[in-house]
Structure formats: structure tokens, C-alpha cells
């Protein structure tokens, strides 16, 4: 007789403020805010999360959850360190910290269900005259698919009659068992930015430990990233397409005591490899040009 597994579930749940969908396989668990799509959490059963999530989240209206993935764009991090095209594009004041969309509610057009996949698929479908201060139109999608994987795709669809330029990011908060003995493999001998000192341009030699805060912008990747984390005996991979370049970041311990949602020594269990499209890799949209930026996450025992 063979076994067949429960079909996978999707569940509207609410925390607090936020409507969440949560999705589970027969193999694991994953939680969506309908705010940003921003995916929350990601675990395997019987394994650690693969997504990390503050213990100290708020899961508040207009407030970016600190985890999961939030949506970075049409700009990454602060308004003006952006290519002078990105910048021009956008004629509101007092530039929001990653752009214009991680705090808004998304809408979730489709849920499909498969034997051992599920997809879900969110919309920011933007008026003609777009965001506030930002007068364009391109629609959002964000595209879930969970199967052994976690495969997120953004597709940004320029709908006006002018080219756009865009910054984005999709920033994935990892979980790792010890930040102090995890190493990003992959980055040997790419170029980067040292956003921690003047933004000079410099090679990393060999893989990339963490011994200070770290929040660098590397450049001209390869597709595969992986994470080596002894602790938790684990590799977790990072497969990106319409990205070559990413930004690496951990708070370490002066910057996590300013950081809102974030324990004091959150920073030892936590990294960001944040899958992007910045500085010289930022997104050009002709008029109905459609194009996609994707990650995909998986871990494998070492
Ligand atoms: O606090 P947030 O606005 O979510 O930003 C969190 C972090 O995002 C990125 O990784 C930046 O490179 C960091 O400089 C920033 O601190």
C-alpha cells in the first residue's frame, strides 16, 4: 500500500495587525504577510528555520517586520547613495530607507495547491500615476513557489511610456546557529563596496568571515552563494537569477543596540544575504519591458 502525504494547506491567520497566510507541506512551514509579501518565516520539519525571524517581530500596519524578506524597490537602502537614475525618478520628500513598498499591503491573487508544491503569487498593481512621489507605472509581482525549495521571483512590469530605472532587493534575513563560525562561500576574488568605510572598492580574498559588523555590496557575482554554518552542521545555498549583485549584512554588537525589533544578541543567529539589483546592476524597463529578479534557498547537511 503506498502513503500518500496530506495535500499542503494555506491559512489565513492574523498577528496582530497583519493578515499572514500560512503555508504548510507535508515537509515544512512557511508564513507570508500579506503587507510588502513579505515572507516572515521558513522551516523544514525536524531541521532549524531557515529564515530567521526576531523573536522581538511587531507585527504592525506600516511598519516592515524585522526578518523574513522584505521587498526592497524601486531603490535599495538610502535614497540618495542610488544611481543618479533611480534617484531621479523619485520627487516625493524624506525618502523611505529601501523604498516604497515593503509597508504596503500587497494583494494575494492566487493560491494553487499542488501534491507537494504550493504557489502563491502577490500583486502591487500600481495606478497609472504610481506611488506617492514616485509617478510611474510598473506593477509588482511577487511569485512564492514552495516545494523542497523556497524559489521567490520579483517581476517588475513597466506598464508607462517612459524607461525606468529601478534599485531592488530581495532582503533574505538567514538563520544561522553562530554567526561567529559561519562563512559566505562563493565571493573569492569579488569586487565589493565597504559601505562601512567611505564605500571604497575592494577584492575579497577567500571566503567571508564575520568579526565586526559587516554591510558590504558585492558586485559581478556568480549565481550560487552558499553559507557554511558549523554550528548548526549546514549549508545553506542561494541560487539568484537577474541579479549580479548582493548585499551582505550583520549588525554585530554596537549597531544591533539601535536596530528596532532586534534582541541585543540576535546578531549572533542571524545574516542577511540580500539578492539585488543595485549600484552598476540596477534594473532598466523599457516601455512594457517585463523583468525578473530570483532567489532560490534550500540547506543540506554537511
Ligand atoms: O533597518 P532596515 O531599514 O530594515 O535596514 C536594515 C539593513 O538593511 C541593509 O542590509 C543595509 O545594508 C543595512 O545598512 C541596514 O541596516
Not at 69 to 86: I, K, T
Not at 197 to 221: N, P, S, V
Amino acid at each position: 500500500m503506498t502513503t500518500t502525504s496530506p495535500a499542503p494547506q494555506v491559512e489565513r491567520v492574523e498577528l496582530d495587525e497583519l493578515v499572514c497566510w500560512r503555508v504548510r507541506t507535508a515537509s515544512a512551514e512557511l508564513l507570508v504577510a500579506q503587507q510588502g509579501a513579505q515572507v516572515l518565516s521558513y522551516q523544514r520539519d525536524g531541521e532549524a528555520p531557515l529564515i530567521w525571524l526576531s523573536e522581538q517581530a511587531a507585527f504592525r500596519k506600516g511598519q516592515s517586520v524585522r526578518g523574513g524578506v522584505p521587498v526592497c524597490w524601486p531603490w535599495f537602502g538610502a535614497l540618495e547613495r542610488n544611481p543618479q537614475a533611480v534617484q531621479a525618478l523619485y520627487q516625493g520628500n524624506d525618502a523611505p530607507a529601501h523604498g516604497l513598498v515593503r509597508n504596503l499591503d500587497w494583494q494575494l491573487l492566487e493560491i494553487d495547491t499542488r501534491e507537494d508544491a504550493v504557489n502563491l503569487q502577490f500583486a502591487l498593481l500600481q495606478p497609472e500615476n504610481g506611488l506617492p512621489g514616485w509617478p510611474h507605472h510598473v506593477d509588482l509581482r511577487l511569485h512564492i513557489h514552495l516545494d523542497e525549495r523556497l524559489h521567490l521571483s520579483l517581476a517588475s512590469h513597466n506598464h508607462g511610456d517612459q524607461p525606468v530605472t529601478v534599485g531592488q532587493a530581495l532582503h533574505t534575513y538567514l538563520a544561522v546557529g553562530d554567526i561567529r563560525q559561519a562563512r559566505v562561500e562563493g565571493l573569492a576574488g569579488v569586487h565589493y563596496i565597504e559601505t562601512l568605510q567611505d564605500w571604497q572598492e575592494r577584492t575579497q580574498h577567500g571566503d567571508l568571515h564575520f568579526e565586526a559588523e559587516t554591510d558590504r555590496i558585492y558586485l559581478d557575482l556568480p549565481e550560487r552563494l552558499s553559507v557554511f554554518d558549523p554550528a548548526w552542521q549546514r549549508r545553506i545555498h542561494l541560487h539568484s537569477s537577474g541579479s549580479r549583485s548582493a548585499v551582505v549584512w550583520n549588525p554585530w554588537i554596537d549597531k544591533s543596540q539601535r536596530l528596532s525589533q532586534f534582541a541585543s544578541d540576535a546578531w549572533q543567529r542571524m545574516l542577511c544575504i540580500e539578492t539585488a539589483n543595485v549600484l552598476g546592476d540596477t534594473l532598466h524597463l523599457a516601455p512594457g519591458e517585463q523583468k525578473s529578479l530570483a532567489v532560490s534557498l534550500w540547506a543540506e547537511p554537511l
